[in-house]
Nanobody
Framework: QVQLVESGGGLVQAGGSLRLSCAAS????????MGWYRQAPGKQRELVAT???????NYADSVKGRFTISRDSAKNTVYLQMNNLKPEDTAVYYC??????????????WGQGTQVTVSS
C-alpha cells in the first residue's frame, strides 16, 4: 500500500499563487510517476500535471505556462506550484501515485484531496 498526504490548498484571489505538496510513503515502486488531478463541482476528474520519476513532465493545456510540477525523489514528494490562478482553477486537487512492479502490474493511489478556491 502507498499512502499520500497532501497539503497546501486554500483560498486565493485571481492572479495569486499557491503551492501544493504531496508526500508518498509505504510500499513504493521503483517504476513510478506522481502527479496532480483536479475535480470541479459537476465535472469529471481531469489531469493537471504528471511527472515520472526521472522522466519528463506532462501538463494539461489549460495550465501550461502557469503551473509547474516538480519532485524531490529523496523525500518521495511532489509539488505543484500554481501561479496566475484563475477562478476556473477552483477544484479539489488530488495527488496521484502510479506504480508498476516487475511483473508489469499497475497500481494507482490517490490522496484525500485538497480544496483550491480562486475568487474573482
Amino acid at each position: 500500500q502507498v499512502q499520500l498526504v497532501e497539503s497546501g490548498g486554500g483560498l486565493v484571489q485571481a492572479g495569486g499563487s499557491l503551492r501544493l505538496s504531496c508526500a508518498a510513503s509505504g510500499s513504493l515502486f521503483s517504476t513510478n510517476a506522481m502527479g496532480w488531478y483536479r475535480q470541479a463541482p459537476g465535472k469529471q476528474r481531469e489531469l493537471v500535471a504528471t511527472m515520472p520519476d526521472g522522466g519528463s513532465t506532462n501538463y494539461a493545456d489549460s495550465v501550461k505556462g502557469r503551473f509547474t510540477i516538480s519532485r524531490d525523489s529523496a523525500k518521495n514528494t511532489v509539488y505543484l506550484q500554481m501561479n496566475n490562478l484563475k477562478p476556473e482553477d477552483t477544484a479539489v486537487y488530488y495527488c496521484n501515485y502510479y506504480g508498476r512492479n516487475w511483473k508489469g502490474h499497475e497500481y494507482n493511489y490517490w490522496g484525500q484531496g485538497t480544496q483550491v478556491t480562486v475568487s474573482s
